[in-house]
């Protein structure tokens, strides 16, 4: 087992700032599992730092000597990913005007990080998995078998057991990937080491441009520490190097912090909460979470309307009623045996029942009082059907919400909505966005 002193050293070694234990048992698995040829999958959320692993997992290798490449498949056209991992022939296609040898050949001997790799395509996932298991491969346009001695260490900000389950991604792949797991820690998992990063930025980027780097007050720090990052790193860099060039005063307080910190701590999506479901992240996608909260609201409001109007035409709220729509009596109260409602029910965007003023000391509408206006009832059962939620709606808004968040910039609206710079790309065209 690793010891701390071998960790520290790579933390020295690598600049890696932080204490927190998620983040040693990370570091552990990639110490331990350096030395070897074993393919390695690490996992994490954007921006949390995974491309630091796969160089260190190359440094501390045997073939640290050898070359090392990182690449984002999401960036990579579909069209051209084959001929950029494993080289074409000319005239394979149109523009192949020469020979050309991909990033497997090239890197042969040393160590190929494939981030995103979530994003490849079938087909190339197909090559792939030919070149883990006997490091061959064909190049575009070619019937030449080739051979290469690469290690692969992949990457993925996605559940890749959701994407076999969705036909997205090949599961003889996904095992053969999985020899060893490393799992990075979110950057909101991470506790005080929030702190220290944001004091490295902000020293790093004063030293740089040769001003005095800024100090958190101790509410500062907690306010910072509670909030999501849902960017990781690479957004708390982004803030403390904002902080420290356009703020006069050197201490910060809560105040001033609070300023530079998105209201929205995050997507907007539904989570699905680590520990949830037993433990298995298998579950549900944040799509899946938005569909069943989007079904729920339709539920529970066609339950309301269906309990109004018996209400309205001559029920009453017993306490059988109340058992049975819990869900739906939130803070219903009884007093002088006078069955009471919250008028927030009965407001005119809920219901066209506005003549319905009459309420008591506590602010509820007497159900008594409504009765004797039933003569003003209209049938609204027609609606319980008629009311629906366009879910392709609800996403073209959170994508638009996301652009304009961030000026923009797919780059940064994908990742808030933790999806591909490709996907982003695709919905924009599919929902036709314009994309200032």
Do not use: W
């Amino acid at each position: 087992m690793t010891n701390n002193a071998e960790i520290q050293a790579v933390k020295n070694r690598f600049g890696i700032i932080g204490n927190a234990p998620a983040l040693n048992y990370a570091l552990s698995i990639a110490i331990q599992v350096a030395p070897t040829d074993l393919t390695v999958l690490i996992t994490g959320e954007s921006g949390s730092g995974k491309e630091s692993f796969s160089k260190i997992i190359h440094a501390l290798s045997a073939r640290k000597h050898g070359p090392f490449i990182a690449i984002n498949c999401g960036a990579i056209p579909e069209g051209t990913i084959d001929s950029e991992l494993f080289g074409h022939v000319k005239g394979s296609f149109t523009g192949a005007i020469d020979d050309r040898k991909g990033y497997f050949e090239t890197t042969s001997t040393g160590t190929i990080f494939l981030d995103e790799i979530a994003e490849l395509p079938i087909g190339t996932q197909a090559r792939l998995l030919r070149v883990l298991e006997n490091g061959e491969f064909i190049p575009v346009g070619s019937s030449k078998v080739k051979k290469t001695d690469v290690r692969v260490v992949a990457a993925t900000n996605v559940n890749l057991l959701e994407a076999v389950e969705r036909g997205r991604f090949r599961e003889d792949l996904y095992y053969r990937l999985n020899t060893v797991p490393i799992s990075v820690p979110p950057l909101r998992e991470r506790g005080y080491d929030i702190d220290l990063l944001f004091r490295k930025f902000s020293t790093d980027f004063a030293d740089k441009n040769h001003i005095q780097p800024v100090e958190l007050t101790d509410g500062a720090v907690q306010l910072l520490m509670s909030f999501r990052f849902p960017g990781n790193i690479r957004q708390l860099k982004n803030i403390a190097e904002q902080i420290t060039i356009l703020e006069t005063d050197r201490l910060i307080s809560a105040e001033t912090l609070a300023k530079y910190l998105p209201r929205e701590q995050s997507s907007g999506l539904p989570a699905l909460l680590k520990g949830m479901n037993g433990g298995n992240d298998n579950g549900f996608s944040e799509r899946d979470l938005l569909y069943k909260v989007l079904f729920d609201m339709r539920k529970d409001m066609t339950d309301l309307k269906k309990l109004v109007l018996s209400l309205m035409q001559g029920g009453q709220i017993t306490p059988d009623t109340i058992k049975q729509h819990s869900e739906l009596f939130n803070g219903l109260h009884q007093e002088d045996s006078v069955a009471l409602v919250p008028p927030s029910v009965y407001t005119p965007s809920a219901s066209p029942y506005q003549n319905f003023q009459p309420v008591d000391t506590h602010g509820f509408i007497k159900i008594d009082d409504i009765q004797d206006n039933r003569t003003n009832i209209e049938d609204i059962s027609h609606e319980t059907h008629e009311d629906s939620f366009s879910l392709e709606k609800q996403e073209k808004e959170m994508i638009i919400r996301a652009l304009k968040k961030n000026g923009f910039k797919r780059k940064y609206a994908a990742s808030d909505l933790g999806i591909s710079e490709r996907t982003l790309y695709r919905k924009i065209k599919q929902y036709d966005i314009e994309d200032e």
